[in-house]
């Protein structure tokens, strides 16, 4: 259920911000400034001042003085923020048929002009998903957590069920672009078939082949099976 009192909006500026941490947070990745410094391309000086406002507005707060979460108001913020990123990258792909390696971009740009309202009516148009199209949950959705784990953890021979492509993915263009040419999205059945000693990977689904960098295996959440 969604929270009958509609969060404050804010500036497209401080909703990037409210979003990026907790997405990083979503990824176990500590929230610091320089992580947001590196996802949101920005200067350090420039996240210090967005973070002091962000902490003045009791919407973030640090951890020895170094680690930035989220208070209770800011959860709620950030939580209408990523429901409406997500929404709007389901919209993109099942509705407009856009490839899910376009629609994270271009979801940044819609989210932030669609109200409440119509996060609502495009869900019950969209049959209610509780994900976006790389696995990640809606917000407010009755998503139920598969409990996946990264794939690197699995050894060779194992079989999975890919589940979900984390945020650090789906920033990088090229990459979700030779999953989408493999095939390689959430639903899709595999196995390990090798494990470098660099923590590279090569899984093989029934359709192909796909090589996973060592740098890409903690964002690609899989069940195993």
């Not at 969209?126 to 994900?131: A, S």
């Not at 959705?141 to 069920?161: N, Q, T």
């Not at 090798?194 to 923590?199: L, N, R």
Request: charged share 25%.
């Amino acid at each position: 259920m969604v929270a009958s009192t509609t969060p404050v909006r804010q500036s497209i500026a401080r909703e990037d911000y409210l979003q990026t941490i907790m997405q990083l947070s979503e990824d176990d990745i500590p929230v610091i400034r320089a992580r947001l410094a590196e996802r949101l391309g920005v200067s350090a000086p420039s996240v210090s001042e967005a973070i002091r406002g962000l902490v003045d507005d009791g919407l973030v707060e640090l951890q020895d003085r170094k680690r930035i979460r989220l208070t209770q108001d800011g959860r709620r913020v950030a939580d209408n923020i990523v429901r409406r990123h997500r929404v709007a990258e389901r919209i993109l792909v099942d509705l407009l048929g856009m490839s899910w390696y376009e629609a994270h971009e271009e979801a940044h740009r819609l989210e932030h002009g669609l109200s409440d309202r119509v996060v609502e009516r495009a869900l019950e148009v969209l049959g209610n998903p509780t994900t976006c199209p790389h696995g990640s949950p809606i917000p407010g959705s009755a998503y139920d957590d598969p409990e996946a784990v990264p794939i690197l953890e699995l050894a060779a021979g194992h079989k999975f069920r890919l589940e979900r492509v984390t945020e650090g993915i789906e920033v990088q263009g090229d990459v979700m672009q030779y999953f989408d040419q493999k095939g390689f999205r959430p639903g899709v059945r595999g196995q390990i078939m090798t494990v470098a000693p660099d923590g590279s990977l090569s899984v093989m689904t029934d359709s192909t082949t796909v090589s996973i960098g060592p740098g890409l295996g903690a964002h690609i959440h899989v069940t195993h099976i």
